[in-house]
């Protein structure tokens, strides 16, 4: 004979010839007895835990990036620009997707993206550092800190990661800082201090070895390599080395070829007329009465931004407005050749998002 206690809160059943039948010879029910606050509370618990499911399937659903752009869980290096929704392309791009979907991090340790995504950073830093949301300054810390490594690693453009670290400190400094709570600002704070205390005690550490250096070398061998470098601090500092540098450093041809690098042809006109305008009236100082093309480099550069080329920036598709890295790629619709898309300087890539 089999037994069993389905059917019914406490309720004995026995198998027979018939089936199932109810032993109608228990003369007690078997009942638990359970407080009425223990059942509320049991009832709150799981109408709890169905409302959090139902929220963390909408928070998903709308975090998630759209399927006409792409999918947060994709491997994917392409954003597609858009500043509005559109049947198209649902909602818009914001500098967080810019951050976390084009491997920004990664591209750091390219030599060909490195310069590209140092000074995309820094503009990043000086314009829409208050503006950003609390994860996509995480985002943004995270590619600073793969910045300083590659700096410290390989001792490039130190200057220019010391200027990004002290204006992020300027900002965390002001009083309409948003961070979200005291924690996170002190958190923030103190891994400044530290990229500032590391950046501080990187040194070059000098040769100890008897080969072959820069001042052995032909002069005319130093003279191109000097004009190799496009960065005027790199120029000045290299002619602190020894007489022969100073000289060199010093060349016309150095600094008209810097300034054809980094300005166009109009703000070169304008700069020299400017300054023959001020040198008639005499208001330039005795050393700058011949104006040579240092003194028109400097004065440009405190007039106009200085144009930066890059070997590997990031490119525009004309056809379909997505950013894009050229070895990645993108889904276009139709054929993608040369002049469907274009290179986007990271300030135009910032005046989009």
Not at 206 to 233: A, F, K, T, Y
């Amino acid at each position: 004979m089999a037994v069993s206690l389905w059917g019914g809160a406490g309720l004995r059943w026995i198998k027979g010839p018939g089936g199932w039948q109810e032993d109608v010879t228990q003369s007690e029910v078997i009942v638990d007895s359970i407080h009425i606050n223990q059942v509320k509370k049991t009832i709150e618990m799981f109408l709890r835990s169905k409302q959090q499911k139902a929220y963390k399937r909408l928070y998903s659903y709308l975090s998630a990036a759209p399927v006409s752009k792409c999918s947060a869980k994709e491997s994917v290096t392409w954003l597609q620009i858009s500043s509005e929704g559109s049947k198209e392309c649902h909602g818009y791009s914001t500098l967080g997707e810019l951050l976390r979907r084009l491997h920004l991090s990664g591209s750091v340790w390219q030599q060909g993206r490195f310069k590209y995504v140092i000074c995309l950073t820094e503009l990043i830093v000086k314009k829409k550092l208050s503006t950003l949301s609390v994860t996509s300054r995480k985002h943004l810390f995270i590619l600073v800190e793969t910045l300083i490594q590659r700096v410290i690693e390989t001792s490039e453009r130190i200057r220019q990661m010391k200027r990004i670290v002290a204006v992020v400190f300027r900002s965390l400094m002001e009083k309409n800082y948003f961070v979200g709570s005291k924690l996170a600002w002190f958190a923030e704070v103190e891994k400044v201090r530290d990229w500032t205390s590391r950046l501080n005690q990187l040194t070059i550490s000098p040769r100890i070895d008897l080969q072959l250096s820069i001042p052995d070398l032909p002069v005319c061998v130093q003279r191109n390599i000097i004009r190799m470098l496009d960065d005027h601090e790199d120029i000045e500092s290299l002619s602190h080395v020894n007489k022969t540098l100073n000289h060199l450093c010093k060349e016309s041809d150095v600094w008209r070829s810097i300034c054809f690098n980094h300005f166009s042809k109009n703000q070169l006109e304008e700069c020299e007329a400017v300054l023959e305008r001020r040198r008639l009236k005499g208001s330039l100082s005795g050393n700058d009465v011949e104006l040579t093309w240092r003194i028109k480099y400097h004065f440009m550069l405190k007039r106009f931004e200085i144009q930066e080329t890059f070997a590997d920036p990031l490119l525009l598709c004309k056809r379909c407005y997505t950013v894009f890295w050229r070895e990645s790629g993108h889904p276009c619709v139709g054929n993608v050749s040369e002049t469907t898309y274009m290179p986007i300087h990271p300030k135009q890539l910032i005046s989009l998002l």
